[in-house]
Structures are given as structure tokens and as C-alpha cells.
């Protein structure tokens, strides 16, 4: 089993910054992604953001997304990161960090194996 455990949620107005912090703990793999969905009330599941450890990390965005948010992790520490720039209201939803074995960094959540409790973030128009 992979333990993930998100952090750095928080209110911020438009325009604004956070950076969500997951880290990983528990059986290790080899090869593993780390992924970013969120959900908004009343809507779906969607991915935003997801990154590989094969050859420095391959990085994989949603469209809403590209230009303003980024993932990295840190593999000494298990850690994903996602630093999410220019805010806007729509972002508002709960942000889950997820995990599946392999190298390719899927937007299907059905693909993925573990998932964290989840961060709330919330942009202020």
C-alpha cells in the first residue's frame, strides 16, 4: 500500500498563489506517477496535473491548467508538488494527490491505484 497525504490548501483571491504539497510513504516502486484531479461540488473527478521518475520526469497537464499551475517532485523525499499561479474563481474544488505504478503518466483517474484525502482550495473572486 502507498500512503498519500496532501497539504497546503487554503483560501487565496484571484490572482494569487498556493503551492499543494503530497507526500508518499509506505511500499515503494520503482517506477511510479504522481497525479493531481480535483473535484468541484457538483461536478466530476477531472485531472490536472501528473509527473513520471523515468528520465528526470515527464510532466503531463490539463489544458485549463498549462501555463499556470506546475508539477515537480522531489524523489529523495516521496514528495509531489504542485505550485499553482494565477488563481482564478472555476479552480475552487478539492484537490486529491494520486499514485499508480508504471511509467506513463495517465489523465484517467480509473488508472490510478492510491489516492490522498484530498486538500480544499478555494479562490476568492
Known amino acids: 500500500q502507498v500512503q498519500l497525504v496532501e497539504s497546503g490548501g487554503g483560501l487565496v483571491q484571484a490572482g494569487g498563489s498556493l503551492r499543494l504539497s503530497c507526500a508518499a510513504s509506505?511500499?515503494?516502486?520503482?517506477?511510479?506517477?504522481l497525479g493531481w484531479f480535483r473535484q468541484a461540488p457538483g461536478k466530476e473527478r477531472e485531472f490536472v496535473a501528473a509527473i513520471n521518475n523515468w528520465r528526470g520526469g515527464s510532466t503531463v497537464y490539463a489544458d485549463s491548467v498549462k501555463g499556470r499551475f506546475t508539477i515537480s517532485r522531489d524523489n529523495a523525499k516521496d514528495t509531489v508538488y504542485l505550485q499553482m499561479n494565477s488563481l482564478k474563481p472555476e479552480d475552487t474544488a478539492v484537490y486529491y494527490c494520486?499514485?499508480?505504478?508504471?511509467?506513463?503518466?495517465?489523465?484517467?483517474?480509473?488508472?490510478?491505484?492510491?489516492w490522498g484525502q484530498g486538500t480544499q482550495v478555494t479562490v476568492s473572486s
Open positions: 509506505g511500499r515503494t516502486f520503482s517506477s511510479i506517477v
Open positions: 494520486a499514485a499508480r505504478p508504471g511509467r506513463v503518466a495517465s489523465m484517467d483517474a480509473y488508472e490510478y491505484d492510491y
